[in-house]
């Protein structure tokens, strides 16, 4: 009996020690730490008294610890002091989580959240499936508040989500997934087990699809889409069939931070906690006792920014075709900007030249993005935007990060969701 306890506990120990190495395989190299530190800075130093008070940038600082108390400090009071009437429920729910991140109570936006979401419909039977990305986060903010009065609220968003049938979308798949999973984790002593199965079978369906969205250089859809399924497939009860290589992910999210991907502070707050080991679930365990600021070591070698002055020139089309829109055109202008200038730079010259290209932009937490042109504007109602485009392939940054090349073609589409 001796013998079998002992060889018991050997395999055990033995187990134990392979799952401390394969969580240490997935973590940064401490060689490539001061990358990581490089893009951390970036998106603290975004922090302003003028600029967007953006609580995923505060969720992200408080999970992976800051650098800039005083950073922290003001957009902990500027989401405090935020008004929560012309927020959409995913940003009401940012803020409760962000808030709930600096130890501080949200108040009333709490239960503001959970009435709203008592509420809440999809907007058609088939609703595109990123308009479930800001119900996921209420689900979420509102399990880490009171699971017992989410239970029916997130038996009702799961349901609906078994029933649509819109393309599969990998960030809100991995939202609905850190949701589910938080109420799958907390689902009351004596509450019926039907529950658990339902909540089962969309994190079962759900991770399925996100694993088939993993290219084989560890991406997971995009690579600003990879931080939060990174996050989905590390905490989910429910695995997929495709086993998940954690570090091939982790190793090229290095090599596209080395290139300079990461600049925008919104991506960073989506990656920077995974990166860490963190996730969206541990908002509720962030220790906010006070600390001294710690000095990141940065990498020695930054990027360097454009080194040329020469020009580029960039092909610009404005295409309106949507039948019911007054207005219909399509006008194509060749445009020439300063080598390393952002797309934004490209929209101002076209404009500058001709009226017929004359753009507006709303701030949101992922920058500016452009609202309106030509006196078109998006209709969340009509469910129609501004699509830019890079020849045929939508562009996954926004105007103000993108950097066109050369003889690139540019396309911003009126488009209907």
Same mark, same amino acid.
């Given at each position: 009996m001796a013998w079998f306890s002992l060889c018991l506990l050997s395999l055990l120990w033995a187990m134990a020690a392979t799952s401390t190495q394969t969580r240490s395989s997935c973590s940064v190299p401490p060689a490539q730490q001061p990358l990581v530190n490089g893009i951390q800075v970036l998106m603290e130093n975004s922090v302003a008294d003028s600029a967007y008070p953006n609580p995923s940038v505060l969720i992200a600082m408080n999970l992976v610890g800051t650098h800039n108390l005083e950073a922290q400090k003001l957009l902990t009071y500027k989401l405090m002091a935020s008004d929560t009437a012309g927020l959409t429920i995913g940003q009401l729910a940012l803020t409760v989580m962000a808030l709930a991140s600096s130890c501080r109570d949200p108040g009333s936006k709490v239960s503001i959240l959970q009435s709203r979401m008592e509420s809440w419909a #999809?907007?058609?039977?088939?609703?595109?499936?990123?308009? /479930?990305?800001?119900?996921? &986060? $209420?689900?979420?903010?509102?399990?880490?508040?009171? #699971?017992?009065?989410?239970l029916p609220i997130a038996?009702? /968003?799961?349901?609906?989500? &078994? $029933?649509?049938?819109?393309?599969?979308?990998?960030?809100?798949?991995?939202?609905?997934?850190?949701?589910?999973?938080?109420?799958?984790?907390?689902?009351?002593?004596?509450s019926e087990e039907g529950y658990r199965t339902l909540f089962g079978q969309v994190l079962k369906d759900t991770v399925e699809n996100i694993s088939m969205r993993i290219k084989d250089n560890g991406i997971i859809g995009d690579i600003y889409s990879t931080g939060l399924a990174m996050q989905a497939l590390s905490v989910s009860p429910k695995q997929p069939n495709k086993e998940w290589n954690c570090k091939k992910t982790m190793d090229a999210i290095l090599n596209e931070i080395k290139q300079g991907k990461f600049h925008n502070p919104m991506s960073v707050a989506q990656i920077l906690p995974s990166l860490e080991g963190k996730t969206y679930l541990d908002v509720p365990h962030v220790s906010c006792s006070p600390d001294h600021e710690a000095q990141p070591t940065l990498p020695n070698n930054p990027s360097p920014g454009p080194t040329s002055a020469s020009e580029i020139t960039v092909t610009y089309t404005v295409n309106n075709q949507l039948r019911g829109v007054e207005l219909l055109f399509n006008v194509t202008t060749n445009v020439s900007v300063r080598s390393g200038s952002v797309l934004l730079v490209v929209l101002e010259e076209a404009q500058r030249k001709n009226p017929v290209f004359k753009f507006e932009t709303t701030m949101t937490s992922w920058g500016l993005v452009v609202s309106s042109i030509n006196d078109i504007s998006e209709n969340v109602n009509h469910r129609t935007f501004w699509q830019f485009l890079t020849g045929t392939t939508p562009l996954n940054e926004g105007v103000a990060d993108y950097v066109p090349v050369n003889h690139e073609h540019i396309t911003a589409n009126f488009t209907q969701y």
């Amino acid at each position: 009996m001796a013998w079998f306890s002992l060889c018991l506990l050997s395999l055990l120990w033995a187990m134990a020690a392979t799952s401390t190495q394969t969580r240490s395989s997935c973590s940064v190299p401490p060689a490539q730490q001061p990358l990581v530190n490089g893009i951390q800075v970036l998106m603290e130093n975004s922090v302003a008294d003028s600029a967007y008070p953006n609580p995923s940038v505060l969720i992200a600082m408080n999970l992976v610890g800051t650098h800039n108390l005083e950073a922290q400090k003001l957009l902990t009071y500027k989401l405090m002091a935020s008004d929560t009437a012309g927020l959409t429920i995913g940003q009401l729910a940012l803020t409760v989580m962000a808030l709930a991140s600096s130890c501080r109570d949200p108040g009333s936006k709490v239960s503001i959240l959970q009435s709203r979401m008592e509420s809440w419909a #999809p907007s058609r039977p088939n609703a595109e499936a990123s308009s /479930f990305y800001g119900p996921s &986060l $209420a689900i979420l903010a509102l399990c880490q508040k009171n #699971p017992e009065t989410t239970l029916p609220i997130a038996a009702r /968003f799961a349901k609906t989500v &078994l $029933a649509n049938s819109s393309p599969f979308n990998v960030d809100t798949g991995a939202m609905v997934t850190l949701a589910l999973t938080c109420m799958y984790n907390k689902i009351p002593v004596g509450s019926e087990e039907g529950y658990r199965t339902l909540f089962g079978q969309v994190l079962k369906d759900t991770v399925e699809n996100i694993s088939m969205r993993i290219k084989d250089n560890g991406i997971i859809g995009d690579i600003y889409s990879t931080g939060l399924a990174m996050q989905a497939l590390s905490v989910s009860p429910k695995q997929p069939n495709k086993e998940w290589n954690c570090k091939k992910t982790m190793d090229a999210i290095l090599n596209e931070i080395k290139q300079g991907k990461f600049h925008n502070p919104m991506s960073v707050a989506q990656i920077l906690p995974s990166l860490e080991g963190k996730t969206y679930l541990d908002v509720p365990h962030v220790s906010c006792s006070p600390d001294h600021e710690a000095q990141p070591t940065l990498p020695n070698n930054p990027s360097p920014g454009p080194t040329s002055a020469s020009e580029i020139t960039v092909t610009y089309t404005v295409n309106n075709q949507l039948r019911g829109v007054e207005l219909l055109f399509n006008v194509t202008t060749n445009v020439s900007v300063r080598s390393g200038s952002v797309l934004l730079v490209v929209l101002e010259e076209a404009q500058r030249k001709n009226p017929v290209f004359k753009f507006e932009t709303t701030m949101t937490s992922w920058g500016l993005v452009v609202s309106s042109i030509n006196d078109i504007s998006e209709n969340v109602n009509h469910r129609t935007f501004w699509q830019f485009l890079t020849g045929t392939t939508p562009l996954n940054e926004g105007v103000a990060d993108y950097v066109p090349v050369n003889h690139e073609h540019i396309t911003a589409n009126f488009t209907q969701y």
